[in-house]
């Protein structure tokens, strides 16, 4: 069989090559006629998602080498989303992802790989790892290392990472005592794992299940649990089944299963990250289709049938056991794409008639089409005044008493600037938070306004207030929330002419976003605006605030 490898195994000089890999202990046997496999590793000990990896790699590479594939590795980077909030480390974390894609390219690209395994569990490393897949076209396979289990409990639900951010907004309310606070840091986070939630990271996982691109049933099995170690040794054969089959990754990524992706994404009221994602992702695949406005259209014809945290008191773990994305799409029914490719080789019916399910059902967590907990999406586009080219929030994780929200603007022009006026009291129930200049090119790097939000829930503002920004939110907030609003601040899109005082309204259901002040004073303030002094460290970060696109491009670096 014709494969990549074969230029450097079998062609005149490949005893150079062979010379090569044969300094490393590698045998005539594995160089001979098999495919050349690599797995692209993110392991590392910064992020909790990615410390079992190498572990996940061992039954990779036996996989492999069951169905007659021989494996090489590689590692890149991956960045932990919470240990770089609230800092600088966060205009970091989406840039990252175009390194991560970068790097995969590059190491598939020199090395001449017929196929590959995509190691990764978190927030932008599964993206990135998806763009790359789909920028090659080789065969590929992302698998991911699981999420961990919930922690200790705490206002009602198991707790996590982002309990940690409430409590600390209780303790400054008077509602919990520094000593509860404190005590979380040993309880909430009791593994490794992705974090617990439906955030970002949890939310791509699944995105590559509907996508086709992980195997079906694996996006959330628990990182502890055995079977993790099981999927991912069928990975590692799936991956070599379809190098055999000459199966690439632009075979899986179609406009049929970005849409699946979508539709899951809306079902399962998902981060609203996923938009800037799937919209790279589909750039990537050279897909002709404007995916901001996929997910407006599929919003209103999909219905959100699973409700986990943070939109409810379930875990991931719990949400596993209750059948996972399998269980969803099966239940979305003909709503999904059943003859899409996956990276079984077989339809996404094969899967879902050969899916097997370990646990009992739980209506509670997922439902029916006849019965939703809604009958539109779980994430919304909006458009308006404030966000000619859209905006994005979340109803399916919004008390729906939110969902039409006017009240008077409070501005400020970063993160930190917001964070110390929730925590010292300045803000008032019925007003909206106004955080700008966090957008890709003016942030840059369009940081989350994570702690923001988790703030103002522990200040008990949650239900009374919004937040709005051209920067990004994590997949774990609930509250009033709109993000990713284009054009942002720093290229003088609307959001730079407000001021404190204005009139906002904020109408999810009908996908509005109202500025009430007049076109004629919005065009004065024009006049005068001048975009705010930023110092930008020298390197990716200068370069990346010049290359970016606006939100509703994904943020990709235009070339």
Partial sequence: MEFRSNEIMHGEDSPFYRSLFKSMGYSDYELDHKPLIGIANTWNTCVPGHFNLNQVN??????????????????????CDGVAQGHIGMNYILPSREIICNSIEVMVQAHRLDGIVLLASCDKIVPGMLMAAARLDIPAIVCVGGPMLGGIEFDGRKSDLTSIDEAKGMTRSGKITEDEYRSLENTACPGCGSCSFLGTANSMCCVSEAMGMSLPGSALIPAPYGERLKSSFEAGRAVVNLVMNNITAKQVITKESIRNAIKVTMAICGSTNAVLHIAAIANEAKLDMNVVEEFRTLNLTTPQIAKVNPAAKWDMEAFYRAGG??????????????????????????NLKDQVYWYPENREIIKTVDEPFSRTGGVAVLSGNLAPDTAISKPGAID???HRFTGKARCYNSEEEAESAILSGEIQKGEVVVIRYEGPKGGPGMREMFKAMKYMYGMGLAKDTALITDGRFSGTNNGCFVGHISPEAAEGGPLALVEDGDEIMIDVAEGKLELHVSDEIISARRKHWVKPEKEIPNGYLKLYSKVASSADKGAIIQC
């Fill in 58 to 79: 061992e039954f990779v590479k036996k996989g492999i080498y069951s169905a007659g594939g021989t494996a090489v590795e590689f590692g890149t980077i991956g960045c």
């Fill in 400 to 402: 729906p008493a939110l």
């Fill in 325 to 350: 994305i399998p269980r969803v799409m099966d239940r979305l029914g003909s709503i999904i794409d059943r003859s899409a490719v996956t990276c079984t080789g077989k339809s996404v019916d094969e």
